[in-house]
């Protein structure tokens, strides 16, 4: 006669090899019940916190693109998804630019920003996803077609466990960090231009 607690232990008489029916219906079941409770929200690459900056470029920005890089300029992983995605880039920069108001709208001399997604590496499977970008953000002159601003950025985001226990949120998460810190390191390299000028300096010369 089988012990009261024999049946507590029921799976380890198993074959080895594919999870039985019950087992793998109760899986995608529990895993469908924590997607729907937690669901991946959309991408959102808007950068937190930007504050006006202290310097100014004597540049009116007229136009933003976002494109991915050809084979023979990426500098790493960029699956073909990833142009689906330019868009909120673009969104998402010319926000944080208006916010950070380093552009000077009454200044002669216009301007077209030219940014270009050179690696997209986001992890399938993790614990905090680390996901790493590297985008070319080119300013150009548009009378002269002069390049007045050049720079590779690179920037990774992670997301850390107690963020959600869901997978998929997390690495969505650390796509949207990844590609927030890009921009906002972008505004940086901006402000450390050499010819960024003090507003203050601006307003008394």
Known sequence: MDSPTSNLFWWKNMPVGRPALPIRVFALFTMGLLTACNPPQPLNFSVQNVQASPVSLDADLRGITVTTGAPNERT????????????????????????????????????????????????????????????????VDRATGAVIFSQLISAQGTTPMDFAFVGAIRQRESINRSVQNNIAAFIDALEHNPAAVSRIKRLTS
Do not use: C
Not at 129 to 138: R, W
């Open 76 to 139: 790493g992983n960029l699956p073909p998804e990833v142009a689906t995605v330019t868009n909120v880039w673009k969104e998402a920069t010319q926000e944080a630019l208006a916010r950070a108001a380093i552009f000077d709208d009454d200044s002669h001399r216009h301007v077209n920003l030219e940014v270009k997604i050179l690696k997209f590496d986001a992890p399938g499977a993790g614990i905090t996803f680390p996901t790493d970008t590297d985008a070319s953000y080119t300013i």
